[in-house]
């Protein structure tokens, strides 16, 4: 279903190339399961979901379950490359340590920034974490904006 919209002339307001560099060449594989963990979200994640969609903090479009490349990101703002990733307990195993390193590398080799909370952080105080995020969105204006 994604991989057709992307393939479509026009989606959600953006020319093919902007699909195709925001998904950064991922599968349709990876598509069907993003949209799997779409209905499938943890609570950590609505509970952000409900802060970041819609544009109701940011002027930016956050998109979540996001594919790129062979990765499925949490969330994602494509117009300055932002990736918030929410790391439930299983992430505190030192192979999924390991793993979440070398993935967070792939993922800067696309020039993402990725910034990270746990499950507790967002239970705990998700106006921080929103903080947080919005402070990471300022500093990537000004490097965009560095940029231009």
Known sequence: MYFEK??????????????????????????????????NMTDAEKILWEKLKDRKLFQYKFRRQHP????????????IRLVIEIDGGYHLNSEQREYDIGRSAELENFELKIIRFTN???????????GRIKKEVEKREIEFKKLN
């Open 120 to 130: 507790y952080e967002i239970f705990a105080n998700v106006d921080s974490v929103v």
């Open 68 to 79: 790129i490349d062979i990765f499925i990101v949490d969330f994602y703002c494509h117009p």
């Open 6 to 39: 992307i393939h479509s002339f026009k989606y959600n307001q953006m020319t093919i190339s902007d699909n195709v560099s925001m998904f950064f060449g991922a599968k349709p594989e990876i598509f069907e399961k993003a949209s799997m963990l779409r209905e």
